[in-house]
């Protein structure tokens, strides 16, 4: 009953469409992004999602791991809170980027990066997508 439906990202600040990605995805899905190197040149990224939901959630949050070769990189957690039963909705997530002098290059990341997002009802995982 729970459905991602699409994901937009976008740099915060100029409100530009960096990457979206239009379809639905399944649980334990495997998703291929390609993600322009320009969003590393963002202070902050927006991340709109689209999800639908046939039962309640009470207590909705994400948790999104980025791994380089195997090695966490980054963890961010996010709290949505109730679902409504049926529902359709859009949530958006602001993410700061590190500083200038943290951030490794697009070269390094191209084809390293997995990101692993997974979607609870409190503790009770309902979707993961990598």
Aim: net charge negative.
């Amino acid at each position: 009953g729970f459905s991602i439906n699409w994901i937009k990202m976008k740099d915060y600040e100029s409100g530009t469409v960096l990457w979206e990605q239009q379809s639905s995805w399944d649980l334990n899905s495997l998703v291929e992004a390609h993600v322009p190197k320009s969003i590393l040149q963002c202070r902050a990224v927006s991340r709109e999602i689209n999800f639908s939901s046939k039962q309640a959630i009470q207590k909705f949050r994400l948790v999104q791991k980025v791994k380089l070769a195997g090695e966490l990189l980054e963890e961010w957690s996010f709290e949505f809170g109730f679902v409504i039963p049926g529902s359709e909705n859009n949530w958006e997530q602001v993410i700061d980027a590190a500083p200038p002098e943290e951030m490794l290059p697009a070269e390094v990341l191209s084809g390293n990066v997995i990101i692993e997002t997974c979607f609870y009802d409190e503790n009770e995982l309902i979707h993961r997508s990598y």
